[in-house]
């Protein structure tokens, strides 16, 4: 059964960090695009983050670039996300999903579906 399970979210203060990370499950996720998305309150769910599984490139939404670093370890079947400079607009649950990324901001479609995410608060 294809599944991938998000983890290491939670509560932090503004200008705080997290890394959270996706475990992928009943597939090799090595030639897979991987992207990270975020619902954030009263909003659609947006793409936050992306990573090539030809070459490895990331891309990022521009809301979230130079703060948020994608990254894989295929040999572990995971993708991460590490977030630092954490703003209030950050709060939500972030989910990953397998994806075809795309160079335009945020613009990355997911292929696989949800699971339950994981839930990051920004608050002072």
């Known amino acids: 059964q294809v599944k991938l399970v998000e983890s290491g979210g939670g509560s932090v203060q503004p200008g705080g960090s997290l890394r959270l990370s996706c475990a992928a499950s009943?597939?090799?996720?090595?030639?897979?695009?991987i992207g990270w998305f975020r619902q954030t309150p009263g909003n659609w769910r947006e793409g936050v983050s992306c990573i090539s599984g030809r070459d490895g490139l990331p891309y990022y939404a521009d809301s979230v670039k130079g703060r948020f670093t994608i990254s894989r370890d295929n040999a572990k079947n995971m993708v991460y996300l590490q977030m630092i400079s954490l703003k209030l607009a950050d709060t939500g649950v972030y989910y990953c999903a397998t994806a075809v990324c795309t160079s335009q901001s945020g613009v990355y479609y997911p292929t696989s579906d949800w699971g339950q995410g994981t839930q990051v608060t920004v608050s002072s």
């Open positions: 009943g597939f090799a996720l090595d030639d897979d695009d």
